[in-house]
């Protein structure tokens, strides 16, 4: 059975995007919340952030530095409800 997870992102960027990647393995329904602060900028989160949109896995932001699809605070609350799980990072 496919489930709704929801990856919250602030401190430990490398690590949390690795675990949206490995969710995707699951024939999981992946979203990513990068939360405050801006997506660091290297190889390894650069090479994540390509696969997860490969594996089909939504990207959000309420950044406005980041490139990725902008959603409020309140939005983001608002959406949570909506997964069966909620991991955060």
Known sequence: MTKKVA????????EALRMALGLTLADNSVSVFIMDTRLASDEN????VETLGDMNAKIYSNNPENKFTQMATE??????TEYNIVIPY
Do not use: G
Request: hydrophobic content about 50%; proline content about 0%.
């Open 7 to 14: 990856v919250l992102v602030r401190d430990r960027q490398h």
């Open 45 to 48: 989160i650069e090479m994540s």
């Open 75 to 80: 939005e983001i609350a608002q959406a949570l």
